[in-house]
């Protein structure tokens, strides 16, 4: 589920070797409510190897290493600065952010319910559709070429496309991949309205890591992470991915809300729903604490747009 300051140019030439990001929310039981697995590849610069040549006989003066004043080194500073300026740049002021609010997609939840592994399925490639009409013009306008994702549907026995068996995952290869059990336990142990909006909200967050695929973001946001500078700095960039794909799902929802609708006992239990995931039950701070999970999602639902998701210019505060 997957919204870091503190990144610091690297002061020798690296390699930024690139990576899939796996993208994970684990799921919880309705009263013990969960918060996501962490944001998992993140790769290290490598410094690259600069050489001093040997002098080919004793008289032959040697020739000195680039030193870090030399203009080999300070050509290599500039140019990863200029890089992350670069990424920065994909990062918060993404065409994304001005595309507007999303149109409806007229669509009312599916009325499928989980109570197998087929009906899981079928949920989802439903509610897959449905985001696919409203995002589709929206990415284009913002100039990308837009590919609905695939679904990958798992059982917690089998492991998924991306290798992971959290309730929901973005296998950053354009596979959003789904926990029937999860789904299906939910829906007959506890609460069944809570399992339909938690439902709704993981497709819809999982479906915004796959805009933010579409749109760049997420390749920029993981070279930020390469270069962060810390402890703390790549947590905070693993929370401006993450919350600003719960605020993308909110958008979804909010510009779809007379049609779904989001209304009555359902937007009561999904309002529960979103203030109930945060990293106070998980074991790291990448996903948000629960205020700030469900103020991004309302965020989005009441713009129905992601030019309120923007969580690449928001404060450190407003992200933890």
């Known amino acids: 589920?997957?919204?870091r300051v503190g990144i610091v140019a690297a002061v020798v030439v690296a390699v930024v070797v690139g990576a899939v990001v796996v993208v994970r929310q684990a799921g919880g039981r309705d009263d013990v409510p969960t918060a996501g697995a962490t944001l998992a590849a993140r790769t290290t610069p490598t410094p690259s190897v600069v050489s001093s040549p040997t002098p080919s006989s004793p008289s032959s003066s040697p020739v000195p290493s680039p030193t870090a004043s030399s203009p080999t080194r300070t050509a290599a500073v500039d140019s990863t600065k200029a890089m992350l300026a670069a990424k920065l740049r994909i990062v918060a002021q993404n065409p994304l952010y001005r595309v507007g609010r999303l149109p409806a997609s007229r669509c009312k939840e599916p009325a499928i319910r989980p109570t197998s592994v087929a009906n899981?399925?079928?949920y989802y490639a439903d509610y897959i559709r449905c985001l696919d009409k409203a995002w589709k013009p929206v990415v284009e306008k913002a100039g990308f070429t837009f590919e609905s994702p695939r679904l990958d549907i798992f059982t917690g026995k089998t492991r998924t496309a991306c290798d992971v068996q959290d309730s929901a995952a973005y296998c950053g290869n354009g596979v959003i991949s789904m926990n029937?059990?999860?789904?299906?336990d939910n829906y007959r142990k506890y609460n069944k309205l809570w399992a339909r909006t938690t439902m709704a909200h993981l497709v819809a967050h999982e479906y915004g890591h796959h805009i933010q695929h579409l749109a760049g973001i997420s390749d920029a946001s993981a070279t930020r992470t390469a270069y962060a500078n810390g402890v703390d700095a790549p947590l905070l960039e693993s929370r401006r991915i993450e919350l600003q794909a719960s605020c993308l799902s909110g958008a979804?929802?909010?510009?779809?809300r007379s049609f779904f609708p989001v209304s009555g006992s359902w937007r009561e239990r999904w309002l529960w729903t979103i203030s109930h995931r945060g990293d106070?039950?998980?074991?790291?701070?990448?996903?948000?604490s629960a205020k700030n999970h469900s103020r991004w999602t309302r965020r989005g639902f009441d713009a129905g747009s992601p030019a309120a998701c923007n969580t690449f210019t928001a404060s450190a505060a407003n992200l933890a």
């Open 1 to 3: 589920m997957n919204s």
């Open 120 to 122: 899981v399925r079928k």
């Open 180 to 184: 029937a059990t999860f789904d299906i």
């Open 252 to 256: 979804y929802l909010g510009a779809d």
């Open 280 to 288: 106070e039950w998980g074991t790291q701070r990448d996903h948000g």
